[in-house]
């Protein structure tokens, strides 16, 4: 599991909003290796990112 299949994921639901916790769950990855590969992909602008209502969380999108 890699930046890509999280990238792809976002891709394939541009529409919705989701938690690292819910990218985990979809693609049954731990929490852990999901939240560095996003670190990295916000990093480098490859996602679109928001803080979320809770408190140091964030929501991710893929970005067009």
Do not use: P
Request: proline share 0%; net charge positive.
């Amino acid at each position: 599991m890699g930046q890509q299949d999280i990238y792809d994921y976002l891709k394939d639901n541009q529409r919705k909003w989701f938690t690292s916790r819910d990218i985990s769950a979809e693609l049954d990855v731990s929490i852990g290796s999901v939240t560095n590969c996003l670190r990295k992909l916000r990093l480098s602008r490859s996602v679109a990112f928001r803080s979320s209502r809770n408190r140091n969380q964030f929501e991710y999108k893929f970005k067009r």
